[in-house]
């Protein structure tokens, strides 16, 4: 089915540069902002600001608020690790244009999604900043909403140009949008109507429930427990007392007396005369309560900003408990936040384009960032080999396809009975010539012993071994090798059984290093035992080549 393409939009109908929001504005904008680039929200923050910026968000004066927000993310380390973290992840993902599944069983509908596909293709990879409007789209999770507009070269969108946030203000809580060119605090109607923002010149991300909120109210209670804490460490933390002097200070000596108590009560050094005293300070309490109060609202801020995840809070670190689920939870909020992500590039600029250039037929190209079907090569592999060892077959077209590897099927062993087989007759030679073929299977499966002990053992390494499991267990490796090297069936019989016999002294050293290596163990010698030694088996029943 051929794509019915509709005729380019004339000059007239695209959006001009120079017009509301664009390159004109926004030169207009910088230079009207200038005064807030001197302006520090923070500084004399009080409670009663607090509490009005946070109104503000509902009534849709976001000017203050967003500026604010701008200098708590510089400036507080939770809010600012949780914005690295979260984005950093999205911005490693590659994107892809898709197509639905069931597209491959019906011709027509494949054609169709394959021209969609490739239009949609050049339209994203003519936007020259694609991976900052990512990131700047995941940061609405933050600040509530994220605003890009749309330039245009000819009829041809190229740039998604991002808009500072305090530029905008909204009618209410839900409704329209329209600039605010000076940054003032406004409300909505007191602005033109000429400022009014089209949601069709924009791409525009909302988010009900901001984190940003949460790290306002956390960032003015933990700047004032902090400065609370200052004040104790300059009473008590620095050893410091109160001078008594002795009794009977003659008139004309009690001003020196005094100025030597003052310098020596705040931990200086001085003389006094005979019969003073000096008495520490001590503190009020048992305990100081500063760093369990701070420790408490990083806590609310990270609860928020992971989904109830405390795990940034943790010590990570490689191979341990708190590192995986470092990596697990952030993951996990990178793919939902690239799925919401996707879905707004669809709605809000695929469709529109396979609209104009397949008008009245079904849309089935999309866009999507890959991160929502990542997988690790070394999960796909581990689980291809617990497939295999289960008694199934994985499909090599799928494998190569998950991993990226080229794969082919391994030669299949010949059966008993034929030639080069093992033979019924009991001796492993070509029934037919006499010849010892069954020597060249030999080493044919014995090399794929070898590189199957490789692949596993590489696969589990990489993934799920430290470097001291790694070489606590690559002496076992090793002998598997040797043996599969070995030419002789007898020969390769005996050093099997040799094998088998130190095994349990073998297995109880790797497992006194590493105990957690029972099952990956199990895995790499039943690989080699099961899989690979047939050949030294049928030797063991068949008497020697004369």
Not at 131 to 151: P, Q
Not at 241 to 248: C, D, L, Y
Not at 464 to 493: H, K, M, S, Y
Not at 519 to 526: D, K, N, R, T, Y
Request: proline share 6%.
């Amino acid at each position: 089915m051929k794509p019915v393409k509709k005729a380019a939009k004339p000059a007239a109908e695209v959006p001009a540069k120079g017009t509301s929001g664009s390159k004109t504005l926004v030169k207009r904008l910088e230079s009207l902002n200038k005064w807030r680039e001197a302006y520090n929200p923070l500084v004399a923050l009080t409670a009663p600001r607090v509490v009005q910026l946070g109104r503000d968000y509902f009534l849709g004066i976001l000017a203050d608020l967003q500026w604010t927000y701008f200098y708590i993310e510089q400036t507080d380390p939770d809010l600012f690790a949780l914005i690295d973290r979260r984005s950093s992840r999205l911005l490693e993902m590659d994107y892809a244009i898709k197509m639905p599944k069931d597209a491959e069983k019906d011709p027509d509908k494949k054609n169709l999604a394959a021209e969609q596909a490739a239009c949609l293709e050049e339209k994203f990879g003519q936007i020259d900043n694609l991976y900052e409007v990512i990131e700047h789209m995941a940061l609405a999770d933050f600040r509530g909403y994220s605003h890009c507009e749309k330039w245009y070269t000819g009829s041809e969108l190229t740039h998604l140009e991002i808009v500072d946030q305090w530029n905008v203000v909204r009618d209410g809580l839900r409704g329209q949008w329209k600039y605010n060119p000076d940054a003032r605090t406004a409300l909505f109607n007191t602005l033109p109507d000429d400022m009014l923002i089209d949601p069709a010149n924009f791409l525009i991300r909302e988010v009900r429930r901001p984190i940003n909120r949460i790290a306002l109210f956390k960032y003015f209670w933990a700047t004032m427990t902090e400065v609370d804490w200052n004040m104790f460490q300059r009473v008590y933390g620095v050893p410091g007392g109160v001078v008594t002097g002795p009794p009977n200070v003659p008139t004309d000596k009690v001003a020196e007396y005094e100025a030597a108590a003052q310098i020596i009560a705040e931990g200086g050094s001085g003389f006094l005369p005979h019969g003073s005293t000096w008495t520490a300070n001590n503190g009020p309490r048992g305990t100081s309560p500063f760093l369990e109060r701070l420790n408490y609202l990083s806590e609310k801020l990270v609860l928020v900003g992971t989904g109830g995840m405390l795990t940034m809070l943790a010590k990570s670190g490689s191979g341990t408990l708190a590192g995986n689920a470092h990596s697990d939870s952030f993951e996990q909020i990178a793919k939902g936040a690239a799925r919401k992500i996707s879905e707004l590039f669809n709605k809000q600029l695929s469709k529109a384009w396979l609209e104009e250039d397949f008008p009245g037929q079904k849309q089935l190209a999309y866009y999507a960032l890959s991160a929502n079907e990542e997988t690790k090569i070394g999960e796909v592999v581990d689980h291809v080999v617990k497939l295999s060892a289960a008694g199934f077959q994985a499909n090599a077209a799928e494998i190569s396809e998950r991993t990226g590897y080229t794969l082919t099927l391994a030669p299949k062993p010949a059966a008993p009975g034929t030639p080069g087989g093992g033979g019924l007759d009991g001796k492993g030679s070509d029934p037919n010539t006499g010849d010892p073929a069954s020597i060249d299977n030999r080493r044919l499966r014995n090399r794929r012993v070898k590189a199957g002990i490789d692949e596993l053992f590489k696969a589990n390494a990489a993934q799920r071994f430290t470097a001291a499991q790694a070489a606590a267990l690559l002496p076992i490796a090793n002998r598997l090798r040797e043996i599969a090297d070995i030419e002789d069936g007898q020969a390769q019989l005996a050093a099997l059984g040799k094998f088998r016999a130190e095994l349990p002294t073998l297995e109880k050293a790797v497992l006194a290093k590493s105990p957690d290596l029972a099952e990956c163990l199990a895995e790499v010698i039943g690989t080699a035992l099961v899989a690979g030694f047939t050949s030294a088996a049928s030797a063991k029943t068949r008497p020697a080549t004369p």
